[in-house]
């Protein structure tokens, strides 16, 4: 007889779905509005209450900010009923803040969850990030590799050339010699304005999204939250903190975090198995945005569990009151 208080993810699961897909709600209104606080705040509020209608002692380790800074949904709050599993939550109730304010393409609500304990804390600060698809040998591809021998060694993998291989990089200044460095192999490269989760899902579905290889630096937090969706899907992922300061250095030191350098695999950000869900809140490559009609909102979710591997799409059409 399994205990009431062990990680279910499937009895999990699609209360998690309700969660993105509440934060996604919330936000409709503001697509296009240009107000990227007024969309996120919403967006906290619907998720922050739905999470606390499940029957979870959830703790946030991937949130809003410190405490000092968030006043809901702040990293080490507790969210649920306290009846249930001990759980790990991570979240970003609007990836994409500004791709919401301009109605710009693939902003996304996003959570997961998995046993308390095995997600990683990972600070507020940058992570050099490296993600391919599934179907590759282990460690094709390494974050010690340039940008350049990372191109060749994944289209040698592939049986193809260099100019086949397209790469997803978030367009910073701080990425120019990386951009320019792969196109010097003749790869091609799908640049994004916001949102690296989805960039780096984006790796798992190649042969939809055309996209083989992520690279660049994004938010550590963003990268445990899309290594919890590679683990579902398949693919491989690498992350490595950077700091800029002894301020960051200190946030790394408060989450626990001593080797500075480490590189975190996929499964090092993620130790066991994990839910995930994502809505889509603008149109996208992975899910399609909220639509709005008289007296309707739907929208399109992703709902995903490591242990089955299940990669599920809901459509939800709710009367608006």
């Known amino acids: 007889m399994s205990n009431s208080l062990e990680f279910s993810d499937r009895m999990l699961s699609l209360g998690l779905a309700r969660v993105s897909e509440a934060a996604a709600h919330a936000s409709a209104h503001l697509i296009g509005r240009g107000d990227e606080k007024a969309a996120d705040q919403a967006a906290v509020n619907a998720m922050r209450q739905q999470l606390n209608m499940l029957d979870i002692k959830g703790v946030v380790v991937i949130g809003e900010g410190e405490r000092d800074e968030a006043p809901m949904l702040f990293i080490g709050e507790e969210v649920g009923t306290g009846n249930g599993p001990a759980v790990d939550i991570a979240l970003d109730p609007l990836e994409g803040t500004t791709l919401t304010a301009k109605d710009m393409p693939n902003a996304l609500t996003v959570i997961a969850m998995a046993p308390r304990g095995t997600l990683l804390h990972a600070p507020d600060v940058y992570m050099d990030k490296l993600a391919i698809g599934p179907d590759y040998p282990k460690d094709v591809v390494s974050l010690d590799m340039s940008p350049s021998e990372r191109v060749n060694a994944l289209a040698k993998a592939r049986g193809v050339k260099p100019q086949d291989i397209t790469c997803c990089v978030l367009e910073r200044p701080r990425h120019d010699d990386l951009i320019a460095e792969i196109r010097a192999t003749g790869a091609a490269i799908r640049l994004i304005t916001d949102g690296d989760v989805a960039?780096?899902?984006?790796?798992?579905?190649?042969?939809?999204?055309?996209?083989?290889?992520?690279?660049?630096?994004?938010?550590?937090?963003?990268?445990?939250?899309?290594?919890?969706?590679l683990k579902c899907?398949?693919?491989?992922?690498?992350?490595?903190l950077l700091f800029r300061n002894d301020d960051e250095r200190g946030r790394a030191a408060k989450a626990g975090?001593?080797?500075?350098?480490?590189?975190?695999?996929?499964?090092?950000?993620?130790?066991?198995?994990?839910?995930?869900?994502?809505?889509?809140?603008?149109?996208?490559?992975?899910?399609?945005?909220?639509?709005?009609?008289?007296?309707?909102?739907?929208?399109?979710?992703?709902?995903?569990?490591?242990?089955?591997?299940?990669?599920?799409?809901?459509?939800?059409?709710?009367?608006?009151?």
């Open 233 to 240: 899907m398949g693919g491989q992922m690498w992350g490595r």
């Open 199 to 229: 960039g780096v899902i984006h790796c798992a579905e190649a042969d939809i999204t055309g996209i083989d290889m992520y690279m660049g630096s994004g938010g550590a937090p963003e990268g445990v939250l899309a290594a919890s969706a």
């Open 257 to 321: 975090i001593t080797d500075l350098n480490r590189i975190y695999a996929r499964d090092d950000m993620v130790t066991r198995d994990v839910i995930f869900a994502a809505t889509g809140v603008t149109d996208g490559s992975i899910v399609r945005g909220i639509k709005r009609e008289p007296g309707y909102v739907t929208t399109e979710t992703i709902l995903m569990r490591s242990k089955t591997g299940s990669v599920r799409r809901m459509i939800y059409r709710s009367p608006v009151k």
